[in-house]
């Protein structure tokens, strides 16, 4: 276990170097003078432009710049072109919304995903298998910004009982559930809406598989009720795949969900990412994909933890 | 099953109510985004300009009608040679702190914008001793002398008319909190997020990405604030500014997007503004290109292009533009005709200039044209960069242009590329044309003029359009001295580039302003001033 463990660091540092190489070159390679995006057209005359190329470290070669903004990363000194900020800090601040309503997605799909499954895969093509997949196909079609703004017309404007924007409200001093509930149904709701069906349909055909296994039919034939076959016995087997699958859509998500972010002006690092972006802030790019990908790694080096949990025919070694 | 349904519908019941009622002690700003910087010398974008005029003080300012007005200097005088202003300060002036300031912050701020490591926005390289301390041979800006606490003494190298312009838009530092940070480290210094300034309001907390609170300066030397509390807050969808305001979530907006405005227009409780915007439209001519270089084919476009259409897919509603200012400074030339949308006076200018359409296939080629060989179609790469303000009106440039038989193929890149491949190039053979904009008041006027003429002052005169007069002109109007003498010639080098073509200006869509009935606003004509009168704005009944 424990060799299994450091295997699996080690097998990170290669992964860091390839993304942040990649992510550093396809920047500086770019065409054009980073500088340049960082401000307004009307005041670059006004600004010594020369001197911030040289502040900023865009003067030295290619490889220096490289392994320099690295070095800097990891005493967590790599500052932002524009905001002149530490880029983890920019990052740490805007975390605790992303995570907060990442979360809540999550759980949100999952209530609602694993029962309509497990009711779905009892009867498959039955009118409540046909009336879930025909929604879940649905919901998956919907676009996010198109959703988003439906909900907020319905339920912002017309019926006035949820705010379009924000996470809590404008007066608030500090962080309190019960008044933030209500800023975060919509957004939950658009998330969940887009996780649901590959929960759903991954469930779905799971379940369909492990109740025709002999073990299924042995369990009934022992004089089991169907409830405790069914919980006891099928499901921790159905939701095997469910589990990797979250594994990869959290991290993924924790990157940023920048279009649910901007339309309910959740203060999240989606909206971060996509600034940085528009401006070519390079070192806050570097510093979001760096995140990003270990929160990856991480997660899905948790997920195999978790897999010889719930199926211990599983060793790792 | 049924107890949990009993239990959520109890819980929705409970929900508070979403409408926060606006209390009369604050005011909600809607905005889509968040400064870049509080530290004025290194905020860059538009949207932290608007945040600090309120946290910071000039030495003199323009007031709402655009006079030049004393704000912590409380008069100034200039000696007989014109080169040195004394400016008298007011003694009751306090930092957010609690700090007196005195002449040693003005005499700080205007130092560190010469230091060798300073990469602010810098306005001050004609002041005595500033491009000696740039170079390291001086310690200090010898043209800025205390004289005492509350006076303060500056000397330009030589008499510019433009002086105030130029100092009102200089806030003051902290000399205090800044002095001892190096100047190289100052954009990431604490005043860039904790800001310390001498303004009406200041910051109680910055919500990152989600708002910035404010609340009145009681010591303000111009009188407190009348609303206490005033909120900044950032919403970057501006689809939904609309709901925020009819659900009473906010104030006032000047982003409702042009298309729900007159729909808001019509809401009770809801009052609106129009005012020229502070962003133009423009086309800038490579004058140096063969297909561009006769002032008949420019003026042949100017013609062509129909800009009220523009206007209509913008919004409908905004106004032509024809020269570099904001119509509500004294300095616009508000004489000047636009170029009536005509494709018969187009057509027949181009006819004139030497292009025909001899074979029949609706694009005219070159006849004698100097640097094009007989025959050469009349067909360009109009440059644009990739944003919805520019990208709609090219393509009606190019429909417009097709029907006058010049075929315009257009090219959308990246701003960097734009920059560099039509903006600063000096030689770029596929540059005939560009099309992009001005934002006015980010710089002073002055500069909006000086920064685009005469050619080859600033990044943005590659036109290579080189005329005598205003050559000569541009580089004067600082030197002179009495205000409508000074107007004169503002005039005429807008008439002179409106008549030559280097430019063709397009359209200024209107700043769209929609806000609380109850709040009574002062009379405003531009953005940047509505933003500045926001401690002059009440709640009314």
Do not use: C
């Amino acid at each position: 276990m424990q060799r299994y463990l450091i295997r699996r660091l080690l097998q990170m540092i290669p992964v860091f170097i390839g993304i942040t190489f990649i992510t550093f070159m396809m920047i500086s390679l770019a065409p054009g003078d980073p500088v340049v995006s960082l401000y307004p057209p009307e005041v670059l005359d006004r600004i010594d432009l020369e001197l911030l190329r040289d502040q900023l470290g865009l003067n030295d070669p290619l490889p220096v710049q490289y392994v320099r903004m690295i070095g800097r990363f990891f005493t967590g000194e790599l500052e932002s072109f524009q905001e002149r900020r530490p880029a983890m800090e920019l990052i740490f601040d805007r975390l605790p919304s992303t995570l907060l309503l990442t979360t809540l997605a999550v759980i949100v799909a999952l209530l609602i995903g694993l029962p309509v499954a497990i009711f779905s895969a009892l009867k498959p093509y039955s009118w409540f298998d046909n009336v879930a997949t025909v929604s879940v196909l649905t919901g998956l079609s919907l676009p996010q910004f198109w959703f988003a703004l439906l909900l907020i017309l319905i339920f912002s404007e017309q019926l006035r009982i949820l705010p379009s924007s924000g996470i809590r409200p404008i007066d608030a001093q500090t962080y309190e559930p019960v008044e933030m509930i209500p800023y975060l149904v919509m957004p939950t709701i658009v998330l969940a809406i887009g996780l649901l069906p590959s929960i759903m349909r991954y469930s779905r055909s799971n379940m369909i598989e492990v109740l025709s296994q002999d073990y299924v039919r042995t369990a009934y034939s022992k004089g089991l009720t169907r409830r405790t076959v069914l919980i006891r016995h099928a499901l921790p087997n159905a939701i095997l795949p469910v589990v990797t699958l979250i594994g990869v859509i959290f991290p993924l998500l924790l990157g940023g969900a920048a279009i649910v972010e901007t339309i309910f002006a959740i203060p999240g690092i989606g909206r971060l990412a996509v600034r940085a972006a528009q401006v070519r802030d390079l070192p806050v790019m570097l510093s979001l994909n760096i995140f990003t990908a270990v929160m990856i790694l991480l997660s899905t080096m948790l997920t195999d933890l978790l897999y010889t949990y719930l199926d211990p025919r599983i060793r790792l070694s | 099953m049924k107890q949990i349904v009993a239990l959520l519908l109890v819980f929705l019941l409970t929900l508070p109510l979403t409408s926060t009622a606006q209390e009369n002690d604050t005011v909600v700003v809607l905005w889509p985004s968040q400064p870049d910087s509080l530290f004025p010398d290194f905020a860059v974008t538009a949207t932290a300009g608007y945040v600090i005029i309120n946290l910071y003080s000039t030495l003199v300012t323009t007031d709402l009608q655009g006079n030049l007005v004393g704000d912590l200097a409380t008069g100034w005088e200039v000696s007989e040679d014109q080169l040195t202003w004394t400016f008298s300060l007011r003694d009751d002036v306090v930092w957010h702190d609690g700090a007196p300031l005195t002449a040693a912050d003005v005499k700080f701020s205007y130092e560190i914008a010469s230091d060798a490591a300073y990469t602010g926005s810098s306005y001050f390289a004609d002041i005595v001793g500033a491009a000696e301390k740039r170079d390291g041979s001086a310690d200090e800006v010898t043209g800025v002398q205390i004289i005492d606490d509350y006076t303060v003494a500056i000397t330009t190298t030589a008499p510019n008319a433009l002086v105030l312009d130029t100092i009102a838009q200089r806030y003051i530092l902290p000399a205090h909190a800044l002095a001892d940070v190096p100047v190289a480290d100052l954009a990431s210094s604490a005043q860039a997020t904790a800001p310390i300034g001498t303004g009406p309001y200041r910051l109680v907390e910055w919500r990152v990405d989600e708002a910035l609170i404010f609340e009145a300066f009681p010591e303000y030397h111009g009188g407190s604030a009348i609303i206490p509390n005033y909120i900044w807050k950032v919403v970057p969808e501006v689809a939904t500014h609309y709901t925020e305001l009819v659900t009473d979530a906010a104030d006032i907006s000047t982003s409702v997007p042009a298309d729900d405005f007159s729909g808001i227009q019509s809401e009770p409780g809801i009052s609106t503004l129009q005012m020229p915007g502070v962003n133009m439209t423009l086309v800038m001519f490579n004058t140096s290109s063969p297909f561009f270089s006769d002032v008949r084919t420019r003026q042949a476009m100017a013609f062509a292009v129909d800009r009220e259409s523009m206007i209509a897919i913008g919004g409908g509603s905004g106004g032509l533009v024809t020269n570099q200012l904001h119509p509500s400074v004294p300095e616009h030339n508000a004489d000047i005709v636009p170029y009536p949308y005509d494709s018969a006076r187009a057509a027949a200018l181009l006819e004139e200039a030497g292009w025909r359409d001899e074979n029949g296939d609706g694009i005219r080629e070159s006849y004698s044209i100097e640097g094009l060989e007989d025959g050469t179609p009349f067909s360009v790469e109009l440059g644009t960069w990739s944003n919805p303000l520019y990208n709609l009106p090219a393509q009606i440039i190019q429909q417009n242009l097709k029907d006058v038989g010049v075929e315009v193929a257009v090219n959308v890149v990246d701003f960097n590329v734009y920059f560099a491949e039509y903006l600063t190039a000096t030689n770029n053979p596929n540059f005939q044309f560009g099309m992009s904009g001005w934002f006015n008041f980010s710089v002073p006027t002055y500069a909006d003029i000086s920064g685009n003429f005469p050619t080859g002052s600033g990044s943005h005169a590659r036109t290579l359009w080189s005329n005598v007069r205003v050559d000569e002109l541009v580089p004067a109007i600082p030197t002179i001295f009495d205000t409508s003498e000074r107007n004169a010639a503002y005039y005429e080098v807008q008439a002179i580039v409106h008549e030559e073509v280097p430019f063709l200006y397009l359209t200024r869509l209107d700043n769209l302003v929609a806000f609380d009935s109850n709040l009574a606003l002062p009379e405003i004509t531009n953005l940047r001033n509505l933003f500045k009168s926001i401690p002059q704005w009440s709640w009314g009944s």
